[in-house]
Each structure stands twice: as C-alpha cells, then as structure tokens.
C-alpha cells in the first residue's frame, strides 16, 4: 500500500502500465505498486479434481505408491476421514489442491500479501511478498499449516511462489499424498488479458522420485459478490464438501 | 492412509486453554481464552500516540491512573470520608443514588461479571509503515481491536445498563449460568460456524478491507470470515439464501459509514458469553476513520443494537480498530479440522442450548 503521499501517483503509474487488468472490471481500488495485477474473480478453466502432470505420470517413490494405494482404497471404501480431511471435515485442502477449487475465487494484492479468497468455504491463502516477521507468542508458526508458508516475488510479469511448511493432512489433489517436506513452487502470470496460468512444481523427496509439474488455468469471471458458503453445513445436509 | 498428526488447532488448545472455563471454551473462542490467559497485565493498545492528547485526556483513562492533580473520586462515585467542612453532611447522605434498574436489568447485574479481557503486547509500528488513505471514505487495509476485549457487553458505550427485556436477561442469564456450571451452549462459533459481525469483530484477530464504489468486502482472519457492505442494494445480486452474518447495506453520512445489518439466518450471540440478538434483531454500525495529526489512524465503529425481543430500546457500544499493515498476512484458521475430529468429542462438552 502506498503512503498518503504517493498513492494517487502509484495508481496511476499502474493503470498508465497497462497491466492493471482488473481495475476496470471490479473498481476496487488498487493500493499495490506498479507490478502485474492479478486482482479480479478468476475460476479453473477445466474443472478437475486431479492434478495430472505437464509429462508423463506421478514419479512416485515407492512409499509414495504405497500412500496413493492405501488413499484409492480408502476412497472406494468410503472412508473419507482416514485420508481426506476435506472431504470429511471441510478442513482447508492446502496447497496445491486449493487451485484445483471448482468455485471462483478473487485475488487481492494488497499491503505486500497476496491473497487468495475463494467462494469455496470463504477459505483464504496468502502469499508474502514482504511482510517482515511479527511476534510469535505462542509458537503458531511452528505448528504446520494447511496453506503452509508461500514467499512470494515477480519475476517480470510472474508472480513466483515458493510454499513449505505444509502439515501432511493435505493432499496435493484427491489421491494423491505428500509429507512434510512438500515444496510446492507456482509461477503465475496472465497469459491473456482475462487467462491466468498457474504453472506448480510439486517436489517431495519422500513420495516423488523427482520434481513434477502441472499447469491449471484460470478465467476470468464478471465481479460478484460470493454468497456466505459454509461447507460444515453441507456435511450436516449429508452433500458432498465440494458441491456439484 | 489415516494419519493421526496433531495440528495447529490442537497446539492452540493446548497454549490457551489457561483459563477457568476449561476445554470447552476453547471452542467458543480461541482467540478469547488467549487474551484472558495473557491477562490485562499486559495490555497495549496501539504504539503510543505521537501526537498531542485528545480533547479529554486528562482524565483517567480506563484501568490507568488518574492525574497527578486529581483530587478526590470521579463525579457519582463515592470516595473516603476526607475530613473537610461539609464532610459529615456528605458522610449522612450516603452515595448518590444510582440508576434505577429494572428486574430485568437487575437480573443481568447480578450476574458473575464477564471475564477481564486484555491485549497481547504489539510492537510500534515503524516510522516508515506504510499508513492508511488520507481519504475519510477510504477505509482499505488491515486492522486489528486495540482495545481491551469485551466478552460480555452488559452496560452501553455510556456505562449504563443495558436496556434488556426480561426475556432477553433470562437468556443471557441462562448462558452465563452454563459458562459457571461447566456446561456452555453450543453457537455458531462452537460450531465451526461464522458467529456474526459483532463476535467476528470482537476478538483479537485482524481483518482487511476491500473497497469499491458499490461495496466494502471484509475479510477476516478469524473463522476466515467474510462480511460484505452493500452500497448500492439496488444494483447488487444479493444472495437469496439468508446468511450467518447477515445482510448489510449502508451509505455515507458526512465521514461516516452508516451500516445496517439485518435479515439473520438465525439468532446470533454477539460475543463470546452469549449476549443475544434475534434472527429479526439490527445492528447499526457507525463505522469511521480517525486520523488525528501525529497518531496511528484507527476505525471507531459504535455499533446500536436494536432488538425488541431482547432489548427495550435501541443501546450501544464502541469499539475501535488500530492500523496495522503487518498484520495483513493472516494466521491460518482451520477450525473445520478440529471440529470434524473424531478425537474430540463431537461437541466438545457443549451443550445444546434449551429453546424458549
């Protein structure tokens, strides 16, 4: 965000850019310096509930086939909890999983923090570009998160993430397992005005023999206000988590 | 492939349930037990104000100490017999007399008070933190409660009791009650649910404001909660189903964003200890920027509940919010994990609250 200085002249540098797409469309104001915009209501291209790789197949390691087997049997059993706390509980599914959500999500840059608020659950995700450490009182940040920690930065027109940090009940889609030591790195830029690609590098040395890549896009949607969606609710109406 | 890993939810309970309320309020709020756990002792606000004080400063302000030339007690508040002509006179009158109170606020008076609420300590913001629009309608960024935290509102902005109706008393009396039985109601933030504006705006979690012509979004870091300010109802597609959090429409008057919130889902407790507010109760809220010269900006937002069903006539309360852009990068809350954990007793020792 700029300084009651500067304001005025950063938002115009940025819409004089030509990168600030998404002014125009939802009228927010725009308080982030001069780098792409990326704001706006954005929804997957390709509904998928997989996250298929650029090339070839999952290089699972063989306990990460031995993982992926015991979720598949476990998903055709009907025991959700066991492997898919999304699922079963609506817990955040994490990244990467959550830029497979089905519902639209907005992406706001603001205050150096890129974030991620998806229609799905009201769920968030944030990404840092440059917020310093705050005070720790209780040692939260030591304890694994869903989203983990994404540091992010351009580079030129790409917005590069870098997330770890993540605690092991996510999964990196519906089946597919990591550990603790998933670092997940996503590059997202506008390949059209109203085309957003993510393209993720998923590296986990304990179930993938190698880094993968997968690629999800994203287009853009009219601006809207998302209805109050509450997943637990749909639990209890005994509906899927993630509805048709 | 089961995994039995505890998470951060669990590291939460286990670092603030410090409190006498045991377990089961940390589901009713976590941020709440963690406030009371750390005590008003070290309570700090915003960073001290650079500026000159404001109008009023001289006297004591809440839970401070008075001025080095304060001679003797607040108006209205009976101090020591002090020896000075007059004194015996004042010594058989006896304290002046206080507010009549109804049944029903006598009822509410009588209850244990509401557990003290403190801040945990922030540090100053940098000289070169990035500070808000100087734009009174631009109330974009991150801001977080800097004041004490309040788990009952029984008394208004003013300090009078509020006007409840007899019903509305025996509610919040029954919910208390559960609170000092060991039994607490269930409610919205128990469950995993968004508990309403003035619960998500009243704990220790920041939140951001998004801002365009025809609506204010607000994202929050508790429950990750979402409350949305429709400026130009007419114009919006405004969701059919009703909401936990309401449906919110408001408009400038002057510097101040005049907010009223309505058409609830269900009944809602405005804060952590159940002060109630009917599915067809209103909050108006006041909502606007101070930007004093030489201090932090902070939002004030007085808030007038108006409900029928609880309340005799409309009251209200204030809270304010201090500008913190470091705080725009939220914590995870992942309140679905724990709720949905077989290892925790579904309920989590609530109880179902008795209907009327």
């Known amino acids: ?244 | 492939m089961k995994r039995q890993h505890s998470n951060w939810e669990h590291a939460r309970m286990r670092n603030t349930t410090l409190t006498s309320f045991g377990p089961t309020r940390t589901l009713l709020g976590i941020a709440a037990t963690m406030v009371m756990a750390i005590g008003p002792q070290l309570t700090v606000a915003q960073p001290a104000p650079q500026g000159p004080p404001p109008p009023g400063a001289g006297f004591p302000a809440p839970g401070g100490q008075p001025p080095a030339d304060f001679q003797g007690p607040p108006p209205g508040i009976q101090g020591p017999p002090r020896g000075g002509p007059g004194d015996g006179v004042l010594a058989q009158l006896g304290p002046p007399p206080g507010p009549v109170l109804t049944p029903a606020q006598k009822l509410v008076a009588a209850l244990p008070p509401p557990a003290p609420g403190g801040m945990p300590p922030r540090p100053p913001l940098p000289a070169d933190a990035a500070m808000p629009s100087a734009d009174r309608h631009d109330l974009q960024g991150t801001w977080i409660h800097n004041l004490p935290l309040a788990f009952r509102s029984q008394n208004d902005m003013y300090g009078a009791a509020a006007p409840y109706t007899m019903a509305g008393a025996k509610v919040i009396a029954r919910r208390v009650q559960s609170l000092k039985d060991g039994k607490p109601f269930t409610n919205a933030s128990a469950l995993c649910r968004p508990p309403g504006p003035q619960w998500q705006f009243d704990l220790n979690f920041p939140f951001q404001i998004m801002q365009a012509k025809d609506r204010l979004e607000f994202i929050f870091e508790e429950y990750h909660g979402r409350w949305t300010i429709l400026l130009d109802p007419a114009k919006a597609a405004i969701p059919a189903r009703k909401s936990y959090m309401g449906t919110s429409v408001g408009h400038w008057d002057g510097n101040t964003l005049v907010v009223e919130t309505g058409d609830f889902r269900q009944a809602i407790w405005m804060d952590v200890d159940g002060t109630p507010l009917s599915a067809n109760g209103k909050l108006i809220q006041r909502i606007r920027k101070v930007a004093n010269a030489g201090q932090v900006p902070f939002l004030e937002v007085v808030t007038t509940i108006v409900d029928p069903a609880n309340y005799t006539a409309p009251w209200s309360i204030v809270r304010t919010y201090g500008w913190n852009p470091y705080l725009a990068l939220f914590t995870e809350y992942n309140c679905e994990e724990q709720i949905g954990d077989p290892g925790v007793k579904a309920d989590a020792g609530l109880v179902a609250e008795p209907k009327d």
């Open chain 1, 1 to 244: 965000m700029g300084t009651r200085s500067n304001r005025p002249r950063t938002a115009l540098r940025t819409l004089l850019s030509g990168v600030a797409l998404a002014i125009g469309i939802t009228g927010f104001g725009v308080a982030q310096a001069a780098v792409p915009n990326l704001e706006g209501v954005w929804q997957i291209a390709t509904p998928t509930s997989q996250m298929k790789p650029v090339a070839g197949q999952v290089p699972f390691t063989p306990d990460g086939r031995k993982a992926y087997d015991a979720n598949r049997k476990l998903q055709a059993q009907g025991k959700f909890d066991d492997y898919d706390i999304t699922l079963s509980r609506c817990s955040n599914p994490g990244v990467p999983r959550l830029a497979l959500t089905p519902l639209r999500f907005k992406i706001w840059q603001r205050q150096n923090v890129v974030t991620f608020d998806y229609e799905w659950n009201r769920a968030l995700r944030q990404i840092n570009l440059g917020v310093p450490p705050q005070p720790d009182f209780l040692g939260l940040g030591l304890v694994p998160t869903m989203t983990g920690k994404s540091n992010g930065h351009w580079e030129g027109d790409t917005l590069v993430s870098v997330m770890d940090g993540a605690s092991d009940r996510t999964l990196i889609d519906d089946l597919v397992p990591h550990d603790y030591d998933l670092k997940v790195t996503e590059r997202y830029r506008l390949i059209a005005p109203d085309t957003l690609e993510d393209r993720i590098t998923i590296e986990d040395p304990g179930m993938f023999t190698t880094a993968w890549d997968a690629v999800v896009i994203y287009k853009r949607q009219p601006d809207v206000i998302f209805a109050e969606d509450v997943c637990l609710d749909r639990i209890d109406a005994k509906q899927p988590a993630f509805p048709k």
